[in-house]
Structure formats: structure tokens, C-alpha cells
């Protein structure tokens, strides 16, 4: 989501925008990976995973060593950010990073279990606008009428998360600032248990990707009421975007890329950055990831780097605004 803290985030920053510090060797990188890679994914299986488990076989055929996928969902994304915040500066453990366990977790608790500065950036893979899925019983068919149907039943709207301080969450949170609604937040461990609980009628709606509900979409297993996006997906060109239905200011997105722990030496930053890039170039790749609605970056670790830090100064804004609350 393009949004995020200002005098935290500059210092924050340093650390991605400057040189990788060569603890573990630059020499390392020459025979980089001579084991298993373990990529966490922090959330549960059935949603941004099929990004990881599309890019896994093409760098374990490039490196000659497996990349394994790990879910590790739990608290927002923080549990698996955690585990790589924490691991060996070495390359051997990354994160599929998105805003949730990335800056959410770290900005927005009181009491965060790691910093932003303990991730060193990779690679941006994309992003893609969230959009607003409900279950197909749900009343309302768009978000005007969402938003009427939400001030008429103030607290019976329940609204799904891949957990607190998530993306989709502060996406609702913000949602919520502008339109004056009140609707409940039911957290989940992933956008996946929270899709199943939409399709199954125990909550109403919630935000996701076209990523995430890509088969429930085709399925008429969900409709969806509106997008995020700064502009139409051309995946869903019917759906209006919330500008579109007299929402402004609410505009939110899912960004993908690939970190590992801070101070990980250079070379190995460079060679990771070059495979996952080399993927996205690849037709397949290219194809499957347009079909899933994600718009492709790329670029250097500086251009993920400078990206995070924009995120970062945006959220801080909020915060000071009071857009979005942090949480114990």
C-alpha cells in the first residue's frame, strides 16, 4: 500500500540505501548458495505464497540449489518477518516482504519485535491495488451502497484481515477515517482463512488482491463491490475503483519483493537481485503474473530500497494525522 513514520524513517532508511556490509565475506558470493535457501512466507498458504512458489523453481534452477517455501503466518505477518529479521546475515533465509510485516508491524506497535532497518531490500517484484471482495448474500453490490448499508448497521459489518496491522487492515483503518463507517476487524493468519470465512458467509467482506482471489472471482464464489486502484485493473476493467464511486483518499495496494537480514554482503545481494530479475523477464513469469494482476517492477535493491522509504515517510504522515492508530 503506498502509504507509511518522517524523522524514523530517514534514519530507518540508511541502512538499505547504503553499501551491504561484507560480514560473512565477499567471497562467499562466489559459491553462493551451496545449500538450501529458505524463503518465509509470512502469511498462510492461498495467497501471496503463489508468488513465491512461482519464483522458487525458477531461482532454484538458476542457483542450483532448492529455495524452500516456508509459511510462517501468525500476528500480521510478524512472526515470519521476525524469523528473518533475526537469522544469519548469509542469504540463506529471505522474506517475501510486503507492507503488513514489513513497515506495519515495525510502525505501528508500540512495542515492535524488529525494525525496518533490520531488513536489507533485494528486489521490488510488483503491486497490485486491493480491491473489496463480499460474500454474494452480502446486500450491498458496490461500495456506495457499502458504505450506506455500513452507517445504517453501524458494528454488524465484519470485515476480514490477513491479520492486525496488516495491509488489508490499515487499508480498511483508512477506509474507515474517511467514510466515518463502523465496521468490525476480524484478523485472520492470511488472506486465505479469511477468503474461505468470506465465501462461507461467516464475515461480510474484506480486502484482497485478484491475486489472492483469483479462482473465487472466476468461481462467483465472491463478488466484488469496487478497487483501490489509482486507475482500473485490466484483469476486472468492469470494476469502478473507489474514486470512481465518490470515495477519495482511499486508495491502497499490495507491493511484493524479496529482503533478507541486514548487513547480508553485497555480492549476494547482487546475484539474488539478478535471478529474481532475469525471472520477471522470463514469458511465463511475465504472463502469470499479469494474469494475477500484478504490474511487474524489477530494478535494483537502491530503487526497492528508496521505494520502502517513500512507504515509510507516508505512513509516518498518517500516524501524525491520525489517520492510523498504533497499537500495543
Not at 516456508?70 to 542469504?91: K, L, Q, S, Y
Not at 461500495?143 to 458494528?155: H, M, N, Q, R
Not at 476480524?186 to 470465512?197: N, R
Not at 463478488?223 to 468492469?238: C, E, H, M, N, T
Amino acid at each position: 500500500m503506498r502509504m507509511a513514520v518522517a524523522t524514523v524513517g530517514i534514519v530507518v532508511f540508511s541502512c538499505l540505501l547504503a553499501p551491504m556490509e561484507p560480514a560473512i565475506g565477499q567471497s562467499s558470493a562466489g559459491t553462493y548458495p551451496s545449500k538450501p535457501v529458505r524463503l518465509v512466507v509470512p502469511f498462510a498458504p492461498g495467497g501471496t505464497d503463489i508468488i513465491a512458489r512461482l519464483l522458487g523453481p525458477k531461482l532454484s534452477d538458476a542457483l542450483g540449489q532448492q529455495f524452500v517455501i516456508d509459511n510462517r503466518p501468525g500476528a500480521g505477518g510478524a512472526v515470519g518477518a521476525e524469523i528473518v529479521a533475526r537469522a544469519a546475515p548469509d542469504g540463506y533465509t529471505l522474506l517475501l516482504a510486503n507492507p503488513g510485516p514489513n513497515i506495519h508491524n515495525a510502525l505501528l506497535r508500540k512495542k515492535p519485535p524488529y525494525a525496518v532497518s533490520d531488513f536489507a531490500a533485494i528486489v521490488y517484484i510488483g503491486y497490485a491495488p486491493l480491491i473489496i471482495v463480499a460474500n454474494p448474500k452480502f446486500p450491498p453490490n458496490n461500495v456506495s451502497e457499502l458504505i450506506a448499508y455500513a452507517k445504517a448497521k453501524p458494528g454488524k459489518v465484519s470485515w476480514g484481515s490477513s491479520g492486525t496491522n496488516s495491509n488489508p487492515h490499515v487499508a480498511l483503518e483508512l477506509l474507515k477515517a474517511i467514510t466515518g463507517v463502523n465496521i468490525v476487524h476480524v484478523p485472520y493468519k492470511g488472506s486465505g482463512p479469511a477468503l474461505t470465512d468470506t465465501v462461507g458467509g461467516h464475515i461480510d467482506a474484506m480486502y484482497t488482491t485478484t491475486m489472492t482471489a483469483e479462482a473465487h472471482i472466476k468461481s462467483g464464489r465472491v463478488k466484488i463491490l469496487g478497487s483501490a486502484g489509482k486507475k482500473r485493473q485490466a484483469v476486472i476493467s468492469d470494476v469502478p475503483t473507489l474514486v470512481e464511486q465518490g470515495i477519495k483518499g482511499a486508495e491502497a495496494m499490495v507491493w511484493l519483493g524479496l529482503v533478507t537480514a541486514a548487513k547480508t554482503p553485497r555480492p549476494i545481494i547482487d546475484k539474488l537481485n539478478r535471478q529474481v530479475n532475469q525471472a520477471l523477464g522470463m514469458p511465463d513469469v511475465r504472463q502469470r503474473l499479469e494474469q494475477l494482476g500484478i504490474e511487474i517492477e524489477g530494478g535494483t535493491p537502491e530503487k526497492f530500497g528508496a521505494f520502502i522509504k517513500a512507504e515509510v515517510e507516508t505512513l509516518t504522515r498518517l500516524i501524525k494525522a491520525g489517520a492510523v492508530q498504533q497499537t500495543d
